[in-house]
């Protein structure tokens, strides 16, 4: 069901408001791009500050401008399970084509807890649901056991976001489960799909969205040389987009190329200098420049 790039989609602003003018010119960048979907509102879209109204309109925003050319994942996931549903009823509404639902955060659940929040939000929309594993962000990881009992008893789930940096996991989730597994680590992507990942959410594809689809489209046709050759000329860019935290380092290099404002809200902060001029530097080595 899900394959190839799809973009974790940044949440542009200016002067502190949602800048749409700039959102709706990255979808069409994207369209135009081989992008196989769009994920707004999910980590790299800022969902931790933008309010729950801001979410919705984003989303509903998303949606309306691809006019079903690409399709949605919306983020919606919450560290509530109550709130969870409100975002993923309402994206639902916007006619999302699935959600991406990230761990519970901050409270930790237990793995039965897991298991109820993740059923509860899927039985209330009925959306496709891809889980989103990120332990380093969460605190606590969807066990495989989980994983498997979600994949087994609830249809709505239907492919995770792996980003638990583990591949076993993914090895193990292809010989136990049917879920279509999406990288979400661009430098991992590559020995993700030589194990059975079917694609990424990937950070990278903001500004470089062409040659990110380029390479796992290589992978999925089996032409490893060519997705390996794609994957060492990008590498270097993909470790400067976590010099700092996402979306710091990203939002910094589009504000750069001047595809959308580096603006960030607190307390996300301005990159500190010398890696600023690092991931300058990496943009300069792969042939990107300022814009004029």
């Known amino acids: 069901m899900f394959e190839g790039s799809y973009v974790a989609l940044v949440t542009p602003f200016r002067n502190g408001a949602v800048d749409y ?8 960048m ?4 081989g992008t196989a979907g769009l994920v707004p509102c999910g980590t790299t879209g800022e969902s931790c500050t933008i309010t729950y109204e801001e979410h919705k309109s984003v989303v509903r925003f998303v949606v309306e401008k691809a006019r079903g050319r690409l399709p949605v994942i919306a983020g919606t996931g919450a560290n509530s399970t109550a709130e969870a549903i409100e975002l993923t009823t309402a994206a639902a509404k916007a006619g999302a084509d699935a959600t991406l639902q990230v761990s519970p955060y901050y409270n930790r659940p237990e793995p039965d807890g897991m298991f109820l929040h993740f ?3 899927a039985e209330a929309s009925r959306l496709p649901m891809v889980l989103y594993n990120i332990p380093g962000r969460t605190g606590r990881a969807i066990e495989l056991e989980t994983i498997v ?3 087994e008893k609830v249809h709505e789930v239907v492919a995770i976001k792996a980003a638990d940096g583990s591949l076993d996991n993914v090895s193990l989730l292809r010989l136990r489960t049917r879920l279509d597994i999406l990288s979400g680590d661009d430098a991992l992507t590559l020995p993700m ?3 059975g990942g079917r694609g990424v959410i990937s950070v990278l594809a903001n500004i470089i969205p062409r040659d990110v689809a380029d390479m ?3 992978a999925l046709r089996g032409d490893f040389q060519r997705a ?3 994957h060492l000329r990008m590498y270097p860019l993909m470790k400067a987009m976590f010099l700092e935290s996402n979306p710091i380092p990203v939002k910094t290099a589009m504000g750069y190329l001047g595809l959308c404002r580096d603006e960030m809200r607190l307390p996300l902060s301005p990159m500190r200098p010398a890696n600023r001029e690092r991931l300058i530097a990496a943009l300069h080595d792969y042939g990107l420049r300022r814009a004029d």
């Not at 003018?21 to 069409?28: A, G, H, P």
């Not at 994207?30 to 791009?33: E, G």
């Open 216 to 218: 796992v489209g290589a």
């Open 228 to 230: 390996r050759d794609l």
């Open 119 to 121: 059923k509860a939000v």
């Open 30 to 33: 994207h369209v135009a791009s």
């Open 149 to 151: 009992q979600l994949a």
């Open 193 to 195: 799909m030589a194990v």
């Open 21 to 28: 003018e700039s959102l709706e010119r990255l979808i069409e």
